[in-house]
T-cell receptor, first 117, second 113 residues
């Protein structure tokens, strides 16, 4: 089945640091990638949708300058949390789809647990 | 406002029991409904439902969609401890030439030996 790799799986860093998370589709071309945030015992909240070669579309309430998304190739998208603070601590999960329409399910990475001290 | 609501929020059963998980949705431009299972890390895909009344089945799991009443159920028969997980329901909606998922809160299932 489709495989999505997310790296790193766990990050601990000091407040004010910028952190980059990578999401790769290993065996298919991901025209669309999605970034989610999940708080403990809560569901996945969509942060942004990125289509290869174009700017990401952010959900309401998500700061574009805080969460930088790049989707420069069909197999890689990155999320950079800039000047991270403790309130940014969370579980971040990416997913990828091979189509821009909804005919194919999204496949998820294993997530990145971000802890800001 | 687009929303997906799951019930119950949590459930504890014994091995061998049958469980039914519920998902109701209110979304504009509905395209499909999906079920995922999340253990410790990534949600894994279970079912995608687009048509009403057609049951999808995989082993002990089955699911069906009712587009008139706007809900779906996920059934698990003869539950095993390995079924313990969070079950997420998501509705697909079309937006600006692309699509996105709206996830429900999830149902946390615990199966006791």
């Amino acid at each position: 089945g489709a495989v999505v790799s997310q790296h790193p799986s766990w990050v601990i860093c000091k407040s004010g640091t910028s952190v980059k998370i990578e999401c790769r589709s290993l065996d298919f071309q991901a025209t669309t990638m999605f970034w989610y945030r999940q708080f403990p015992k809560q569901s996945l909240m969509l942060m942004a949708t990125s289509n290869e070669g174009s700017k990401a579309t952010y959900e309401q309430g998500v700061e574009k300058d805080k969460f930088l998304i790049n989707h420069a190739s069909l197999t890689l998208s990155t999320l950079t949390v800039t000047s991270a603070h403790p309130e940014d601590s969370s579980f971040y999960i990416c997913s990828a789809s091979s189509r821009r329409n909804s005919n194919q399910p999204q496949h998820f990475g294993d997530g990145t647990r971000l802890s800001i001290l | 406002e687009d929303k997906v609501v799951q019930s119950p929020l949590s459930l504890v059963v014994h091995e061998g029991d049958t469980v039914t998980l519920n998902c109701s949705y209110e979304v504009t431009n509905f395209r499909s409904l999906l079920w995922y299972k999340q253990e410790k890390k990534a949600p894994t895909f279970l079912f995608m439902l687009t048509s009403s009344g057609i049951e999808k089945k995989s082993g002990r799991l089955s699911s069906i969609l009712d587009k008139k009443e706007l809900f779906s159920i996920l059934n698990i028969t003869a539950t095993q401890t390995g079924d313990s997980a969070i079950y997420l329901c998501a509705s697909t909606l079309s937006t600006s030439g692309t699509y996105k998922y709206i996830f429900g809160t999830g149902t946390r299932l615990k199966v006791l030996a």
